[in-house]
């Protein structure tokens, strides 16, 4: 008795919905909101320019904040006044420092520690909604 056995390849291409924009439909978009943060240098009896944005650091937490375990830290410039910067909605710290760079005792007499070189921080907190901006300006003691 002869088994005749027939194998029957098919070549199995994927399915295509023509609807179908290639977006994985169990991919939830994330919301944004926007932190402005206007880094204003206070004004000083110092020459212009002696006073300089030094850093702008971001938070989930005051303790991360202290810790240095920033979620965003800004490339600053002293060309630039506003700085907008993109996070999931939620509570943040943030921090921000400038330098002083005149020469003498300049920079003591306005109050930097240390003198030349010396900085002075101030840190706030802000809360990020989603498709929203909040405007936010450090202020630094005198």
């Known amino acids: 008795m002869a088994f005749i056995s027939i194998f029957l ?10 609807g179908d924009n290639g977006e994985d439909p169990n991919v939830v978009l994330k919301e944004y909101g926007t932190l402005e943060v206007e880094f204003r240098v206070p004004g ?4 212009p320019n002696r006073v300089l944005r030094a850093d702008l650091s971001i938070a989930k937490s005051a303790e991360l904040l202290y810790k240095g375990e920033f979620c ?6 002293n060309t630039t006044l ?5 996070l999931e909605p939620g509570q943040y710290y943030y921090q921000a420092g400038i330098v002083c760079i005149a ?12 003198g030349k070189y010396g ?10 909604k989603a498709n929203e901006s909040i405007h936010v300006v450090p202020q630094f003691t005198q």
Do not use: H, Q, R
């Not at 000083?44 to 020459?47: A, E, I, Q, V």
């Not at 965003?72 to 410039?77: F, K, L, S």
């Not at 506003?82 to 993109?86: P, S």
């Open 72 to 77: 965003y830290v800004a490339n600053v410039y």
């Open 103 to 114: 020469e003498g005792d300049s920079c003591s007499a306005a109050g930097f520690p240390g």
């Open 82 to 86: 506003i700085y907008k910067i993109k």
């Open 119 to 128: 900085m002075k921080w101030t840190m706030g907190k802000a809360d990020v």
């Open 44 to 47: 000083s009896f110092l020459p």
């Open 9 to 18: 390849l098919i070549g199995c291409e994927p399915v295509v919905d023509p």
